[in-house]
């Protein structure tokens, strides 16, 4: 059983156009991540949620809306993209809140190019 | 902020050579400290970590100290076998603008090991 999934695995797009990741887990976990990792492997936190609720959002242009429906899925709705938002993008969750001493169980990632 | 640096990589090594990846970190506080593991085309996998000063923490024949006296968490292994080859990453919690806990990586530095 895949404990993080994340669809689609590969996204070809052209510039302008509006797209979304999907992710799930069947964990129980309360709080869902979602991360960026450049071409250089550089991995940052964009957003967080618990129980639905938005708890971190870093910096992130408002192009990128992140929409949690219930505790097990987070998806990633991305509009408007741009060629600096081709990136590998990385689902995560853990048990509780963000962070502390929780392993995070990260999704296999979803490779986006935008042409 | 909170801040990690990891030495660069590549680091290349032949198989059962003795295995050193730095990692010090800047923090306020006391974070907690993680060591990562990205093997080719896969999400991010808990390796090992550590909550407090002077703890160890080990797994798969890795281990990493958290030493606050000179703010460092370096990942070593006797003996790195092939399947190790893969890119490591060094982590801390720092807290986020929301007063949330929340992972911050490291660059990742990349193991080869050849037979």
């Known amino acids: 059983d895949t404990a993080v999934s994340q669809t689609p695995k590969y996204l070809v797009t052209q510039m302008g156009n509006d797209k979304s990741i999907k992710c799930e887990q069947n964990?129980?976990?309360?709080?869902m991540y979602w991360y960026k990792q450049d071409s250089k492997k550089f991995l940052k936190i964009m957003f967080s949620?618990?129980?639905?609720?938005?708890?971190i959002n870093e910096t992130v242009p408002n192009r990128f809306s992140p929409k949690s429906p219930d505790k097990a899925h987070l998806n990633l709705h991305i509009n408007s993209l741009e060629l600096g938002d081709s990136a590998v993008y990385f689902c995560a969750s853990s048990q509780r809140l963000a962070g502390g001493t929780d392993t995070q169980y990260f999704g296999p990632g979803t490779r986006l190019t935008v042409l | 902020g909170n801040s990690v640096t990891q030495m660069e990589g590549p680091v290349t090594l032949s198989e059962e050579a003795f295995l050193t990846i730095n990692c010090t970190y800047t923090?306020?506080?006391?974070?907690?400290l993680f060591w990562y593991v990205q093997y080719p085309g896969e999400g991010l996998q808990l390796l090992l970590k550590a909550t407090k000063a002077d703890d160890k923490g080990s797994n798969k024949g890795f281990e990493a100290t958290y030493r606050k006296e000179t703010t460092s968490f370096h990942l070593e292994k006797g003996s790195v076998q092939v399947s190790d080859s893969a890119v490591y990453f060094c982590a801390l919690t720092s807290l986020s603008s929301g007063g949330y806990n929340k992972l911050i990586f490291g660059a990742g530095t990349r193991l080869a090991v050849h037979p």
């Open positions: 949620y618990n129980n639905k609720e938005l708890i």
């Open positions: 964990l129980g976990h309360d709080t």
């Open positions: 923090a306020t506080g006391y974070p907690s």
